[in-house]
């Protein structure tokens, strides 16, 4: 009860504790402390389990929630849309700008990987390279279209 701080988690591994003793009692081997502290072990381990099971499921529940959060905003009226729409519209050409300043290889690689949704296996043998080598082409060309797309000097294709 301490470890977990709630009653039916508590009953819980306390009912873990005693199916596990009961399936493994052949393994079980007398030191002279008698079986209490063999199921002591088994508790504590069956209770940091559930811990590290809640604490992964809590994390994994607040990702599920912010992303949901971004579906259930409120539907925008029309000025909102067409805000949204001119915007759209200006990243499209600043993005499409910044792809055609970028060496022809990192272009290639960014429109396999990204608008082609290619795997990486595929974008490596379609660029004739091997797959960690495509990597480190797609970071660099990804880090020369973020420096393009802000518009910082100095930008050169390594």
């Known amino acids: 009860m301490p470890r977990l ?11 873990e504790t005693f199916r596990i003793a009961i399936e493994r009692i052949e ?14 072990r088994i508790a504590h381990n069956r209770a940091m389990d559930m ?5 992964t ?9 912010a992303l949901l959060e971004t579906f259930s905003s409120p539907i925008a009226g029309a000025d909102d849309l067409y805000e949204a729409r001119l915007t759209e519209g200006e990243l499209g050409m600043k ?9 022809p290889r990192y272009k290639r690689a960014i429109e396999l990987r990204f608008f082609e949704e290619q795997s990486r296996e595929d974008c ?5 390279v091997k797959v960690g ?3 480190v082409l797609i970071l660099r060309a990804l880090r ?15």
């Not at 811990?51 to 604490?55: E, F, V």
């Not at 993005?95 to 060496?103: G, I, R, V, Y």
């Open 5 to 15: 701080g709630n009653a039916v988690a508590a009953e819980d591994a306390l009912a």
């Open 27 to 40: 393994s079980f081997e007398d030191q002279g402390h008698g079986i209490y502290p063999w199921l002591c």
């Open 51 to 55: 811990h590290r099971a809640r604490a």
């Open 57 to 65: 499921t809590g994390r994994k529940l607040h990702e599920l929630s």
């Open 95 to 103: 993005l499409s700008a910044a792809l055609d300043d970028l060496n």
């Open 124 to 128: 490596a043998t379609k660029l004739a």
């Open 133 to 135: 080598t495509f990597d």
């Open 144 to 158: 020369a279209l973020g420096k393009r797309f802000r518009g910082e000097e100095g930008t050169s294709d390594e």
